[in-house]
């Protein structure tokens, strides 16, 4: 898959967030741009079976990541799970989800599944997952490359 453009990317940031805005569960999903957004670019907060809430972020790429990529974006993130967050700033982040509307090539599952032993909740989701969540959630319009 070739690497989609800056504006793909801001479009997909967009359905991203609009979908979680239609998810059972999701409180408050917004935009995290600036100086201290250490890689996150939606964060948002889950109220859990118990009624806990929970503040996830999420790293949105267009395109492939490969193994290289995800070495850096793991860096940003082990400073990102130390940061405050602007929604309910005394919450730290409990999990990341690093979201792509393309695939993990070139070994990056391999070097995330070494580089995350001991680290906190990252999850991967590619878009073969992202896409059918996309089109239920936002039904009828779908993501597609330009």
Not at 4 to 19: H, M, S, V, W
Request: proline share 2%.
């Amino acid at each position: 898959m070739k690497k989609l453009t800056e504006t793909n990317e801001k479009k997909l940031r967009k359905q991203i967030l609009e979908a979680l805005k239609k998810t059972d569960g999701v409180i408050n999903a917004e935009f995290n741009h600036g100086v201290y957004e250490f890689g996150i670019d939606i964060v948002f907060d889950f109220e859990d079976a118990f009624g806990r809430k929970r503040k996830y972020g999420i790293q949105v790429k267009a395109g492939d990541i490969s193994g290289p990529d995800l070495s850096e974006i793991l860096g940003q993130l082990s400073v990102a799970f130390g940061h405050e967050f602007s929604i309910d700033p005394s919450k730290f982040l409990d999990a990341v989800y690093v979201v792509t509307d393309g695939e993990f090539i070139g070994g990056a599952k391999e070097f995330f599944k070494k580089a995350n032993v001991g680290f906190r909740n990252v999850f991967l989701i590619n878009g073969a997952r992202l896409k059918p969540y996309l089109e239920l959630k936002l039904r009828g319009i779908s993501y597609k490359e330009e």
